[in-house]
């Protein structure tokens, strides 16, 4: 059973570059979601997806775009890197309200 | 936005002592209360979560909740060097599945 996964697990983009974080659950969750995590910042939600083919606005959407491609997977798009979105980026995915959140292991982008 | 305050430490306890990690959250609509631990360069694990007024206890660790004074706790027993790591208290935002982070504490275990 993977759980979350995440690739890539790094990268480094130059600015103005695009790329795609890809996530997949295999827990049959509803609910899935993005987070960046800054040094002081904590963990901050950029978007996310309450049941497939549905997504919303986080606490920090600017300059992302997410898919909902099926129940499993969840995309996170950023099409003009800026240094700003140097962070390290969590997915997850939950089903109810209690249980909590399973992370996947986290992309480091480097945005130069 | 809700918003979910820690003690932004560091916490440095000996081994053996009890550490005890502190939170308080602004949205009286929260129903769901949760504990990660986060190690260096990993990512959150979930330990402990606690809907209910009062303690839980999971081995080690009791989660203590006060929804009048808004105020969740979580004491770590008979610390461990591998306790060692950044807690995340994260709270439901209203009655939603989001959930709200606390910036971390992070605890040390001296042996």
């Known amino acids: 059973n993977a759980g979350v996964t995440q690739t890539p697990k790094f990268q480094v983009l130059k600015t103005g570059q695009s790329m795609t974080l890809q996530c997949a659950q295999d827990m049959n969750h509803n609910s899935m979601y993005w987070y960046r995590q800054d040094p002081g910042m904590g963990l901050r939600l950029i978007y996310y997806?309450?049941?497939?083919?549905?997504?919303d606005k986080g606490e920090v959407p600017n300059g992302y775009n997410v898919s909902r491609l099926n129940k499993r997977e969840f995309s996170l798009r950023l099409e003009s890197a800026a240094p700003s979105q140097t962070s390290v980026y969590f997915c997850a995915s939950s089903t109810g309200t209690l249980y909590g959140y399973t992370f996947g292991s986290g992309t480091r982008l480097t945005v130069v | 936005q809700k918003e979910v305050e820690q003690n932004s430490g560091p916490l440095s306890v000996p081994e053996g002592a009890i550490a005890s990690l502190n939170c308080t959250y602004s949205d009286r609509g929260s129903q769901s209360f949760f504990w990660y631990r986060q190690y260096s360069g990993k990512s959150p694990e979930l330990i402990m979560s606690i809907y209910s007024n009062g303690d839980k206890e999971d081995g080690r660790f009791t989660a203590q909740l006060n929804k009048a004074s808004q105020y969740v706790s979580l004491l770590i027993r008979d610390s461990q060097p591998s306790d060692s790591a950044t807690y995340l208290c994260?709270?439901?935002?209203?009655?939603?599945?989001?959930?709200?982070f606390g910036k971390g504490t992070k605890l040390t275990v001296n042996p």
């Open positions: 997806s309450a049941s497939e083919g549905t997504t």
């Open positions: 994260a709270v439901n935002n209203g009655g939603s599945e989001k959930l709200v």
